[in-house]
């Protein structure tokens, strides 16, 4: 009798946890595309600097959607995703604009057009994912896109390079002090939009454009005073991806 009792319990235990994993959707990602790095290299808002700034990124995603842990009427189990995430990316980097034209045919100039760097960043983080359209309705495949919005937190290891070792070749109105290739924590909000296309029962395809913002100026390996950089570095990120859900 009492083994019979355990065997129940064992049984109940193992139904109920089955039960509460399959009230929840576990999905797993990999995401890569190009990055491009708004920074101290360059000029800001420039063409040719955000069009010669590019890196590449990719990264993993583990989304945990709670469409089931309520009824269709509970708005946010049917519109919100919470989503893990680890990236790298690595972007070289040099000057474009006016200070590097092949009129300036200054000391500085040939400085600024010599000097080269390296932004490299690992990075992982937690964001909340929001769909316009139900979550439910897009599993079972009443329409085949769902465009969604992302907003989070990520802490990033920063590893930059500079080909810059002493005063001499650097830009004369910096000094040396504005170059420092140490690497470094920091933090950064990401937002950001995307959308999915429904491949099959269980998979995703994607289309995803992120902004990182960074809490410092130095992931570029550099950091000036002047004005026309004056804000900390950035990052966005246009992503493909594919998603598989594993229940």
Not at 162 to 170: E, F, G, L, M, P
Not at 224 to 242: M, T
């Amino acid at each position: 009798m009492l083994d019979k009792q355990k065997l129940l319990l064992i049984l109940i235990l193992f139904s109920s946890l089955n039960f509460s994993y399959a009230q929840t959707g576990y999905e797993i990602g990999l995401l890569v595309g190009p990055a491009q790095m708004r920074s101290d290299f360059g000029l800001r808002e420039d063409k040719d600097t955000n069009s010669g700034n590019i890196g590449f990124g990719a990264g993993l995603m583990f989304d945990i959607n709670p469409m089931d842990w309520g009824s269709r009427r509970d708005y946010v189990y049917d519109h919100f995703k919470l989503r893990f995430d680890l990236s790298y990316n690595k972007t070289n980097l040099q000057h474009y604009g006016q200070y590097v034209d092949p009129d300036q045919t200054g000391e500085n100039a040939e400085r600024l057009r010599n000097q080269r760097g390296e932004a490299k960043n690992f990075s992982g983080g937690i964001a909340l994912e929001y769909y316009p359209l139900s979550l439910r309705n897009f599993f079972y495949n009443f329409f085949d896109f769902s465009p969604y919005l992302i907003l989070g937190a990520q802490m990033t290891y920063a590893n930059p390079d500079s080909n810059v070792t002493d005063a001499s070749q650097i830009y004369a109105p910096w000094g040396l002090s504005a170059v420092n290739t140490e690497s470094f924590y920091t933090t950064a909000l990401n937002t950001g939009v995307g959308i999915r296309y429904k491949v099959s029962g269980y998979s995703d395809f994607l289309l995803e454009a992120k902004w990182q913002f960074f809490n410092s100026d130095w992931v570029d390996g550099l950091n000036h005073d002047l004005s026309y950089n004056k804000n900390n570095d950035s990052l966005i990120w246009v992503s493909v991806g594919y998603v598989y859900y594993l229940n």
